[in-house]
């Protein structure tokens, strides 16, 4: 028999025992008489066209005795082909849970190539999050089998806030840090604190070096539809933190409310949690965790004694507020979304001393 090149395109099932069929059918021979020639059963022969048994190691090196193709050929052909119908039929099982995920917005942001089929949709999500099999995301992604700690206002869907949280991982891990050192990473943070009367879009690379520093990412992740929160906090292993932020609402105040709650965790509780914070986690039912985060974040940002002088004179015009703001060397917008959220003045009060905050995935 005459050696053949065959090329096997596993976006479709076909076994390769066609090529078999179409080899046999070339040089005129019956299944019997290649099952002879091979010393198999025609049964055998008849299964492996069928694609019922595989072909294996000592039958490929029989078949290339008799047909002329590599041994080693026939079984790539049957290597494939089997691994296509395990994706195939795990794809059809997980289909529900494959529709489950924004795929159209984690392509569009690029990190997942646009699949071909729907087996590679499969084969992408899995390979975005870095693990083998839906299993794997569950024990590693799954609100039920990680331990998350959030606020009474996170409303986000399991499934978004998974791709988002695997996002910031793959951006932190962009980013190369010191290993974590508390003492480093508290002296960060009151560097952070001196930056934040700048726009936060000149000095955000600063931020992420002095995180850095101290072994902390910070990432600014936008959110994904359904992922409602402002930030989130994780440990990639004991040597790295990651803060991730959404800067959903685009105002100075908030974005940097948020670093520092992030922070606080990373300072002051379990690294075995994922802390995911919502719009409003300082609400009444907040837990012990929550109210710490905010306490440590307003303190750092105007010290309680300040801040406690400041509030009780209950001036809240433009002009002490601006006042306040210089002599804290902090941003008038910062304090302004404190005395909202502290409901000493209306949401609607002196929101033109915010600055906006636009910032892209950084």
């Not at 010393?39 to 005795?65: D, N």
């Not at 710490?292 to 509030?311: C, G, M, R, Y």
Request: glycine letters at 4%; aromatic letters at 10%.
């Amino acid at each position: 028999m005459c050696a053949k090149e065959y090329c096997y395109d596993p976006d479709y099932t076909v076994p390769p025992g066609w090529i078999l069929k179409d080899e046999l059918e070339y040089n005129n021979f019956s299944q019997a008489e290649f099952a002879r020639k091979c010393g198999r059963t025609p049964k055998l022969i008849s299964e492996i066209i069928s694609g019922k048994a595989p072909i294996e190691t000592e039958t490929a090196i029989q078949f290339e005795r008799v047909t002329g193709i590599n041994a080693d050929l026939w079984l790539r052909m049957e290597s494939r082909y089997r691994r296509h119908l395990a994706q195939k039929k795990e794809s059809e099982e997980a289909q529900e849970w494959i529709n489950s995920f924004p795929l159209a917005e984690l392509i569009k942001r690029n990190y997942i190539d646009k699949p071909k089929s729907k087996i590679e949709k499969m084969a992408k999500l899995l390979e975005f999050f870095g693990v083998g099999s839906i299993d794997g995301w569950k024990n590693n992604y799954c609100k039920t089998n990680v331990q998350y700690r959030h606020s009474q206002s996170y409303k986000s869907n399991e499934f978004a806030l998974s791709s988002w949280l695997r996002i910031g991982e793959i951006e932190a891990d962009k980013q190369k840090c010191l290993d974590y050192n508390k003492s480093n990473f508290m002296q960060a943070a009151n560097i952070i604190r001196g930056l934040t009367n700048q726009p936060v879009e000149e000095c955000i690379h600063a931020a992420i070096d002095s995180c850095n520093q101290a072994g902390v990412a910070l990432v600014i992740t936008p959110p994904l539809k359904k992922v409602a929160l402002s930030g989130a906090t994780q440990w990639i292993h004991p040597r790295k933190a990651i803060i991730q932020l959404t800067a959903r609402h685009k105002t100075n105040d908030h974005f940097w409310f948020s670093f520092f709650h992030e922070a606080a965790h990373i300072l002051l509780h379990s690294r075995k949690k994922v802390y995911i914070e919502g719009e409003n986690s300082s609400q009444k039912g907040e837990d012990r965790i929550e109210v710490e985060a905010n306490e440590w974040a307003s303190n750092i940002l105007v010290p309680k004694k300040d801040w406690t002088s400041f509030t009780y004179k209950a001036n809240f015009s433009k002009a002490a507020v601006l006042d306040f703001a210089r002599k804290k060397v902090i941003a008038p917008g910062i304090i302004v979304g404190m005395l909202q959220h502290k409901e000493l003045i209306p949401y609607s009060h002196l929101n033109n001393l915010k600055q906006k905050v636009e910032l892209k995935e950084i």
